[in-house]
T-cell receptor, first 109, second 116 residues
Framework: QKEVEQNSGPLSVPEGAIASLNCTYS??????FFWYRQYSGKSPELIMS????GDKEDGRFTAQLNKASQYVSLLIRDSQPSDSATYLC?????????FGKGTMLLVSP | GAGVSQTPSNKVTEKGKYVELRCDPI?????LYWYRQSLGQGPEFLIY????????DSGLPNDRFFAVRPEGSVSTLKIQRTERGDSAVYLC??????????????FGPGTRLTVL
C-alpha cells in the first residue's frame, strides 16, 4: 500500500515569511513528485514538479527532494495571503498519482 | 475549451439511484484519470484510461462503479445503487501521454455528488 504522509496543519505564517511544507512517502520506486495547491471548493492546481534529488526553484517556490530519505518538501518564500490554501503532495510510480491528505497553509496579513 | 471540463458540477441523488458523471479532457490528451475526494482528504485514485482502454482500474471500490471511454476522449463514470458513503467530489484529470513518470495531470473542476 503506497502511502504519502503530510501534516494536516494548519500551518500559520505571517505575510512575507517562508512557509515550509513537508511530505514523506513509502514506495521507494516512486519516480516523480508533485505539489498541487487547492483552494477551498476548487480542484487541485499543479504548482511544482520534481524528479531528481536536490532543489528546484520556480519563482517564490522551491521544491526539495531526497529519495534516500523518501522526503519531499516545498518552500514558499515571501508568503502572501493569496497563498492560503491546502497543499497536496503527490507521488507517481508507473501510472497514477498517490496523494497525501494535504497541509492547510494560512498566511496572515 | 482549454481545460478539463466536468458535468454536472453538482449532483444530488437518492440512495439506491444510478448516476453518471461526465469528463471531457484536454484536447489531444490520451490519458484520463478519475479520482474521488472526500472532505479533509486528498484525491483517491479510481481508474486510469490510456486511449479507450482502462489501463488500471485497481482503485474502483466495488462493482457498483464502472467507467467507459468509448472513443478515447470523453469519459463517463457510472455508479449503480448509490450509497451515502459515495458522497464526495469526483475529479477527472487528463495528461498528454499517461504512464506515470513526468507526465503532468491537469484536473477538472470536479462533480460534487451528494447521496441522500
Amino acid at each position: 500500500q503506497k502511502e504519502v504522509e503530510q501534516n494536516s496543519g494548519p500551518l500559520s505564517v505571517p505575510e512575507g515569511a517562508i512557509a515550509s511544507l513537508n511530505c514523506t512517502y513509502s514506495d521507494r520506486v516512486s519516480q516523480s513528485f508533485f505539489w498541487y495547491r487547492q483552494y477551498s471548493g476548487k480542484s487541485p492546481e499543479l504548482i511544482m514538479s520534481i524528479y531528481s534529488n536536490g532543489d528546484k526553484e520556480d519563482g517564490r517556490f522551491t521544491a526539495q527532494l531526497n529519495k534516500a530519505s523518501q522526503y519531499v518538501s516545498l518552500l514558499i518564500r515571501d508568503s502572501q495571503p493569496s497563498d492560503s490554501a491546502t497543499y497536496l503532495c503527490a507521488v507517481s510510480g508507473y501510472s497514477t498519482l498517490t496523494f497525501g491528505k494535504g497541509t492547510m497553509l494560512l498566511v496572515s496579513p | 475549451g482549454a481545460g478539463v471540463s466536468q458535468t454536472p458540477s453538482n449532483k444530488v441523488t437518492e440512495k439506491g439511484k444510478y448516476v453518471e458523471l461526465r469528463c471531457d479532457p484536454i484536447s489531444g490528451h490520451t490519458a484520463l484519470y478519475w479520482y474521488r475526494q472526500s472532505l479533509g482528504q486528498g484525491p483517491e485514485f479510481l481508474i486510469y484510461f490510456q486511449g479507450t482502454g482502462a489501463a488500471d482500474d485497481s482503485g474502483l471500490p466495488n462493482d457498483r462503479f464502472f467507467a467507459v471511454r468509448p472513443e478515447g476522449s470523453v469519459s463517463t463514470l457510472k455508479i449503480q445503487r448509490t450509497e451515502r458513503g459515495d458522497s464526495a467530489v469526483y475529479l477527472c484529470a487528463s495528461s498528454q501521454a499517461g504512464g506515470g513518470g513526468t507526465d503532468t495531470q491537469y484536473f477538472g473542476p470536479g462533480t460534487r455528488l451528494t447521496v441522500l
